[in-house]
C-alpha cells in the first residue's frame, strides 16, 4: 500500500508498458472496445492508473485519479470527431527512466509516458498517429474545398439572369446535386477506420 502510494507521488506510477497483443483481453480497455463492429486494438500503453488503447476507430482512454485509487473513468475519442495533430516523441536522456509520446486529440492534450527500453515499440505508434495526423489534415483540406466549389456555383446562379421560373428549377436541380455530391465526398474524405495505417506501421 506505501509502496503504491510512493510511486504515485514520485510520479513514478505514470510510467506505462506496452502491453503484448496476447494480453489485451487482460486489461481494462479491451471491455469497451467495439468488438461486434469490428472494432480492433493495435496498441495498448498500462500505467499503474491508465490505460491508453489505440484501435482502428478511436482512442480508448481507461483514466485513473491515481495508482492508489481503484476508481476508473471511461472517456472515448473517435477519430472522425478528435483530429490527431502535435505528434511528437521525446527520446530519453542517460538519467531518464522513460520515453514520451506527445499528441493532441481535438482540445485535448495527452503525454503519455513509457518505459524507455520500449522506444522502440513506441516509434511505430509515433509513426501512426503521424500518418494519421496527416491524413486527416488533408482530408480536411480537401472537403473544405469541395464545399467552396458548391457554395460558388450557387453563389453564380443565384446572381445569373435566368428568369424566376428557370431558376427555381435549376436551383433545386443544383442543391439535389450538390447534395448527393457533397456526400460522396465525405464519404471519400471523412475516414472512419484507420486499421490500414496502424497495420502498416505497428511491428515493422
Not at 74 to 101: C, F, H, W
Not at 134 to 151: F, K, L, R, V
Request: net charge negative; proline share 1%.
Amino acid at each position: 500500500m506505501f509502496k503504491k502510494m510512493a510511486a504515485d507521488a514520485l510520479g513514478l506510477s505514470d510510467i506505462g508498458k506496452i502491453i503484448s497483443p496476447v494480453d489485451y483481453d487482460k486489461t481494462d480497455a479491451d471491455d469497451y472496445v467495439m468488438h461486434e463492429d469490428d472494432e480492433k486494438i493495435y496498441f495498448l500503453i498500462k500505467t499503474k492508473a491508465d490505460e491508453y488503447c489505440f484501435t482502428n476507430l478511436a482512442i480508448i482512454h481507461v483514466d485513473g485519479a491515481s495508482a492508489a485509487s481503484s476508481k476508473r473513468t471511461l472517456k472515448r475519442y473517435p477519430y472522425t470527431q478528435y483530429e490527431i495533430s502535435n505528434v511528437m516523441l521525446e527520446t530519453a536522456g542517460k538519467i531518464d527512466m522513460d520515453v514520451e509520446i506527445k499528441f493532441m486529440l481535438g482540445n485535448h492534450k495527452f503525454d503519455i509516458d513509457v518505459r524507455k527500453d520500449q522506444i522502440e515499440q513506441l516509434k511505430d505508434l509515433y509513426k501512426a498517429l503521424l500518418r494519421i495526423a496527416e491524413i486527416t489534415y488533408e482530408n480536411g483540406i480537401s472537403t473544405n474545398m469541395a464545399t467552396q466549389s458548391m457554395d460558388k456555383a450557387v453563389s453564380i446562379l443565384q446572381n445569373s439572369r435566368t428568369d424566376d421560373n428557370n431558376l427555381a428549377a435549376t436551383y433545386k436541380e443544383l442543391t439535389d446535386f450538390g447534395f448527393e455530391w457533397l456526400s460522396s465526398v465525405r464519404e471519400k474524405y471523412h475516414e472512419k477506420d484507420f486499421g490500414s495505417v496502424f497495420e502498416k506501421y505497428i511491428n515493422n
